[in-house]
């Protein structure tokens, strides 16, 4: 086997790959609040989809739920639809779904990165 594979098959290999997404979700979060600190609202909320699209895709996956997209929107629709989860989770889930009006503004009166926070955090609690 090649070290490469070997690699692959550690326990080490598994916790950096899952240290990976979570690093990705801070990333994103971060890009986030960077953006709307610019006001650059639009580019805030895509960082903040982005953000909780990986967390969405790591649920479902430790779930063993199909994920066939890597589309954050696509995996956000597939995560509000999961009857296990929490209520106010299912929310931060279908809120971060809302497509902007023709001012660019949401139809309602919700922060998407407070609402990927909530989600990353209440999908995994550290």
Not at 5 to 10: G, K, T, V
Not at 33 to 62: I, K, M, P, S, T
Request: glycine content about 4%; aromatic content about 6%; proline content about 4%.
């Amino acid at each position: 086997m090649e070290t490469e594979d070997a690699e692959l098959y550690s326990g080490q290999a598994y916790n950096d790959c899952m240290a990976d997404w979570k690093v990705q979700i801070e990333e994103e979060l971060a890009r986030a609040e960077r953006a709307r600190a610019r006001n650059n609202e639009g580019q805030a909320r895509v960082c903040a989809r982005r953000a909780a699209g990986l967390a969405a895709r790591e649920y479902l996956q430790q779930t063993g739920a199909p994920v066939h997209t890597n589309s954050a929107y696509e995996l956000l629709k597939l995560l509000a639809d999961q009857p296990r989860l929490a209520p106010d989770l299912r929310r931060a889930a279908v809120h971060l779904t809302l497509r902007v009006t023709e001012e660019f503004k949401l139809p309602v009166e919700v922060d998407l990165i407070v609402e990927a926070k909530k989600l990353c955090n209440g999908l995994f609690p550290e």
